[in-house]
Nanobody, 123 residues
Framework: QVQLVESGGGLVQAGGSLRLSCAAS????????MGWFRQAPGKEREFVAT????????YYANSVKGRFTISRDNAKNTVYLQMNSLKLEDTAVYYC????????????????WGQGTQVTVSS
């Protein structure tokens, strides 16, 4: 079992930055590929970014490429999502997730999820 707890969400103006953190506890964090997903009101959950166990492989959704950066610190059992140049359309609940198989954009592959943290971008 892996427990995931996100933090760092909040209200920010368009063009601003936020850094989300996801702290993991339980089984060996470094064994899990990690991902960030988000869900806006009235929309389905969508992939944002994923990172491999070592951090050597990363993938991003086209909508955030060049603005968001995923990273991890296995010594701290934490994965991060640095979000820069935020846009109104980035407003959503952001979830981190873990899976034992590898980097993937497919939400159904992730078997552990956090409770989510709200990010609101204002004009």
């Amino acid at each position: 079992q892996v427990q995931l707890v996100e933090s760092g969400g909040g209200l920010v103006q368009a063009g601003g930055s936020l850094r989300l953190s996801c702290a993991a506890s339980g089984r060996t964090f470094s064994s899990y590929a990690m991902g960030w997903f988000r869900q806006a009101p009235g929309k389905e959950r969508e992939f944002v970014a994923t990172i491999s166990t070592t951090g050597g492989t990363k993938y991003y959704a086209n909508s955030v490429k060049g603005r968001f950066t995923i990273s991890r610190d296995n010594a701290k059992n934490t994965v991060y999502l640095q979000m820069n140049s935020l846009k109104l359309e980035d407003t959503a609940v952001y979830y981190c997730a873990a899976n034992e198989w590898g980097t993937t954009i497919a939400a159904h592959v992730y078997n552990y999820w956090g409770q989510g943290t709200q990010v609101t971008v204002s004009s």
